[in-house]
């Protein structure tokens, strides 16, 4: 088969065949794109509503569990009055795990409250048996030692009072209270804050509770002092101390809550409401709502409570009731438990649903989903209808919601429709390129394959000239040695020794020649040893001066090689100098001899009439400065250089870029009939490589040229 019509067959097999087939499938998959985005989508959809029912359930699950096992077992025994701050430590726990849950109650089915009315309503009396003793004392001190026209005096007693290391705590307490408060009342605030401080610690400390009514109405001293520092610092716009202030007495209120007076009660609850912000503390948020129930009408409450009894169904786990217009979970009794007690969830529906969503956001938004969570029956905000792909009611008790997929971007199957027209010409688009694509490497191709076939049908006869050239040297020699017309000894001792040269020259010759028809780098092997640069130019330039007739004047220094560039006639002359105590190189003597043929050809060849070359070896530069960077390994010490130099017509800087390609000749091989098909220059830059140097070229036009070889020393 024809090259050109063989490359017809690839491109219509490997580029045109594909795109129709592809444009094809496109067509057909695209008239069908709705449905199957719709069926992708909804087995998507369903994945995710199955993963987000059962995770609903086990979270329901949990929350039964955690009202049974936590909650209603604290309350079960009815002859043990229930442990009001564990069980509000409980209700805060199950509201932040489940922060849709408003408020927790617990009944029994008599109508008796227990949660959250389970706070003493203690209130003390006018005296008591421990009024005497350590307060009886500082009565006595107070009568004593306070003058009212004195107040200096009376705080410097109480100042005493407190060195005292055996003071009771009680006594201790109220005498920091009454110290702080008249250092407030003489405008010492840091010093009263220190008072009410200590006061706090102290009580806190020991436990200590007032049973009499003093001016604190027998309050806990630490809650008094408390109250008091937080409006000392509130007076003195320190907001922020004065809520650090607020959220202790929180703490320490809420953890004996039901103990407290009811009349400090109600004074602690008014001063958080009086703070005007709104407290993140649940169990906090559970004491004020278990004093606001206390003070209500217990047996409306029970009837109100009550009336879930009549609403319960068979079930004993959790149920979801709906009561004036509210939602609750009731957590029915396990069978057998005496007596029955119910747990009633206060639920917000709209923040559930919003709960149940979220939970499915992250695994369906990276596949294009979007998930209502509504009541039964109720259509999502964008609209149902051709928009939802998937419904899914979950488990009892949260059967009145219902999960609903949809499309996260509800224009995208109307956006899928503009995509198939525009991929419908994207197709076109590709098909035409890809028919003028193959077209134009078909004829790059075809026309590589003629530059090819032209360039080795030169080549073929430029080696054919290169081989001849040694081979009539040789025969020449061999002839002159054969009919004994040579009688020289020394001279026939020459000749022998040039037939050699020459034909290891054309042995190297025949290697170079079959690497470029090959054309594989990695076809060369090279045998590295270590010498003198030196010597190996001069033997090569010696032999190629004997090959052409030519003279090698040897010079002394760089300045006399400069001085008398032209010959002179029609001869011939080298000029060569090469420096002393040059360092030591490693190379292929093969290799670079036929580096040195090369450029020493390519220089007579392109030399005019100017029939003078120089030739030189020297000392380069070092590795780390200038263009020797290039050097792959930067631990040389410096480089020897190898430059010959030519007197010829040079060649301008876009010649002198690629002139060291393959093939490539000089403007004037044609005009100078100069023999040669362009590998010397190829073959000269690698070996270069090879041995870990550069070829550097620098001429211009009327100027000649200078090729340079650098090789890495030491």
């Known amino acids: 088969m024809r090259r050109d019509v063989k490359f017809v067959v690839l491109i219509l097999v490997l580029i045109v065949a594909p795109a129709v087939i592809l444009s094809f499938l496109a067509a057909r998959v695209l008239e069908n794109w709705e449905v199957i985005l719709r069926d992708r989508m909804a087995g998507d959809a369903q994945r995710v509503l199955t993963a987000t029912a059962e995770s609903w359930n086990h979270r329901m699950q949990g929350l039964q569990d955690a009202v049974r096992n936590r909650l209603l077992a604290r309350v079960a025994d009815p002859t043990v009055p229930p442990d009001f701050p564990a069980v509000v430590s409980v209700v805060a726990e199950i509201r932040s795990e489940f922060p849709w849950i408003l408020g927790v109650d617990v009944i029994r089915d008599n109508g008796e409250i227990l949660y959250p ?31 009212p026209d004195d107040a200096t005096e009376g ?75 937080a409006g000392l610092y509130a007076a003195a716009n320190r907001p922020d101390a004065a809520e650090k202030t607020l959220a202790r007495i929180r703490l320490q209120a809420g953890g004996v809550f039901d103990s407290i007076p009811a009349a400090q009660r109600a004074r602690v609850v008014a001063l958080m409401q009086d703070a005007g912000r709104k407290s993140s503390d649940l169990r906090w948020e559970e004491c004020v709502r278990a004093h606001a129930m206390a003070g209500a009408d217990r047996r409306q409450s029970g009837r109100e409570l009550s009336a879930f009894l009549e609403s319960l169904g068979q079930e004993s786990g959790l149920q979801w009731i709906r009561k004036g217009g509210g ?143 040694p081979l009539s040297s040789m025969r020449m020699l061999a002839e002159s040695l054969y009919l004994d017309r040579v009688q020289d000894p020394q001279k026939r001792a020459k000749f022998l020794e040039t037939i050699l040269k020459e034909s290891d020259r054309l042995s190297r010759l025949t290697d170079r020649a079959l690497y470029f028809i090959r054309h594989g780098e990695g076809a060369l092997r090279y045998r590295f040893t270590e010498g003198d640069l030196g010597t190996v130019v001069r033997s090569a330039v010696e032999t190629f001066a004997t090959g052409i007739g030519a003279d090698v004047v040897p010079v002394e220094g760089e300045a006399a090689l400069a001085q008398d560039a032209g010959a002179g006639d029609n001869r011939w002359r080298i000029r060569l100098w090469i420096q002393p105590g040059l360092d030591m190189v490693r190379f292929d003597a093969g290799a670079l001899e036929q580096v040195v043929f090369n450029l020493l050809d390519n220089a007579v060849k392109y030399s005019g009439r100017e029939h003078a070359i120089e030739v030189e070896v020297k000392r380069g530069p070092a590795a780390s400065s200038g263009r020797a960077r290039w050097f792959r390994a930067g631990r040389h010490r410096g480089t020897v250089e190898l430059a010959i130099r030519d007197h010829g017509a040079g060649m301008s800087p876009e010649e002198v870029g690629r002139i060291a390609r393959p093939y490539m000749r000089g403007r004037t091989a044609a005009e100078t009939h100069a023999r040669g098909i362009g590998l010397g220059l190829a073959l000269c830059r690698h070996v270069a490589h090879a041995h870990k140097g550069q070829l550097l070229i620098r001429s211009r036009e009327g100027e000649g040229s200078i090729f340079r070889v650098l090789l890495p020393a030491g």
């Open 155 to 229: 705080m410097a007693e109480y100042r005493r009072m407190i060195a005292s290391v055996d003071l009771d705590p009680v006594v201790r307490s109220l005498t920091l209270l009454r110290l702080g408060d008249r250092e407030a009342a003489s405008g010492q605030a840091d010093a009263a804050a220190q008072r009410f401080m200590a006061c706090a610690d102290l009580a806190w400390r020991n436990g200590v509770y007032l049973p009499i009514r003093e001016p604190e109405e027998g309050f806990l001293p630490d809650l008094v002092a408390l109250g008091r520092l």
């Open 327 to 469: 939602d609750y979970l009731v957590c029915a009794p396990a069978k057998g438990r005496t007596p029955p007690t119910l747990a009633i969830l206060q639920v917000d529906a709209a923040q559930l649903a919003k709960a149940v969503a979220q939970s499915a956001g992250p695994s369906a938004q990276p596949i294009g989903l979007r998930l209502d969570c509504l009541p039964a029956g109720m259509d999502s905000p964008g609209g149902r209808e051709g928009t939802v792909l998937l419904e899914r009611r979950l488990a009892a008790p949260l059967d009145r919601l219902t999960l609903a997929a949809a499309p996260a971007d509800p224009q995208a199957l109307a956006a899928n429709v503009r995509l198939k027209k525009n991929l419908y010409g994207a197709g076109g688009l590709l098909l035409l390129a890809g028919v003028m694509a193959g077209a134009w490497i078909l004829w790059r191709e075809t026309v590589m394959e003629l530059r090819m076939a032209r360039e080795h049908s030169e080549f073929a006869a430029a080696v054919s000239h290169d081989l001849r050239t």
């Open 117 to 147: 009315v389970a706070l003493r309503q203690q209130d003390l009396s006018a005296s008591s048996e421990s009024a005497g003793g350590p307060l009886a004392l500082l009565a006595q001190a107070d009568q004593r030692r306070l003058q």
